[in-house]
T-cell receptor
Framework: DVKVTQSSRYLVKRTGEKVFLECVQD?????MFWYRQDPGLGLRLIYF???????EKGDIPEGYSVSREKKERFSLILESASTNQTSMYLC?????????????FGNGTRLTVT | GEDVEQSLFLSVREGDSSVINCTYT??????LYWYKQEPGAGLQLLTY?????DMKQDQRLTVLLNKKDKHLSLRIADTQTGDSAIYFC??????????FGPGTRLSVLP
């Protein structure tokens, strides 16, 4: 079974702090994704990556950056956290493009910015 | 752009069948998915169907796809209280451009 592990289930940070959300997958998947989930807004794609050291902006990249130095790890960075970034963050991975490739999600990180 | 729609709420009695419906707009969808989300957790892949199939059965779950009408449904037989969750429909195009519906909150009444 695919395992996607997010390092923290709950995180509380102060406005202006730099925040790192870590995600690791153990199935040698090519693709990794970061979503945020908010009530009434559904899942929104922040950034994704189809290969090591590669990144693409999703629908709402403002205020975020990502890092993919190794295939199994995809980090989401909030350069200067703000209260409107309080949300549930979901990491996902999938095998590769052009193939039968469902998304597999981690358990999520609930981030509160005060 | 592509869109996926679902009704937001469904209530059923324990032991009955649940049917969750979904419509989508992208005619080039290759796979259609159902995910389950329990409170405070991530999305769990339940099942998925290739777009050239019209039905897939997996234990208590039956997926029906009407490609002409772009309609997908998930039937859960003998619904249990543990099935209470939010169910998301999603579609993609060969592993790209995943689009999710807003989710249907299923409540199972004793």
């Amino acid at each position: 079974d695919v395992k996607v592990t997010q390092s923290s289930r709950y995180l509380v940070k102060r406005t202006g702090e730099k925040v790192f959300l870590e995600c690791v997958q153990d199935m040698d998947h090519e693709n990794m994704f970061w979503y945020r989930q908010d009530p009434g807004l559904g899942l929104r794609l922040i950034y994704f990556s189809y290969d090591v050291k590669m990144k693409e902006k999703g629908d709402i990249p403002e205020g975020y950056s990502v890092s993919r130095e190794k295939k199994e790890r995809f980090s989401l960075i909030l350069e200067s956290a703000s209260t409107n970034q309080t949300s549930m963050y979901l990491c996902a991975s999938s095998l590769e493009q052009g193939a039968e490739s469902p998304l597999h999600f981690g358990n999520g990180t609930r981030l509160t910015v005060t | 752009g592509e869109d996926v729609e679902q009704s937001l709420f469904l209530s059923v009695r324990e032991g009955d069948s649940s049917v969750i419906n979904c419509t989508y707009t992208d005619s080039s969808s290759t796979y259609l998915y159902w995910y389950k989300q329990e409170p405070g957790a991530g999305l769990q892949l339940l099942t998925y169907i290739f777009s050239n199939m019209d039905m897939k059965q997996d234990q208590r779950l039956t997926v029906l796809l009407n490609k002409k009408d772009k309609h997908l449904s998930l039937r859960i037989a003998d619904t249990q209280t543990g099935d209470s969750a939010i169910y998301f429909c999603a579609e993609d195009n060969y592993g790209q451009n995943f689009v999710f519906g807003p989710g249907t909150r299923l409540s199972v009444l004793p």
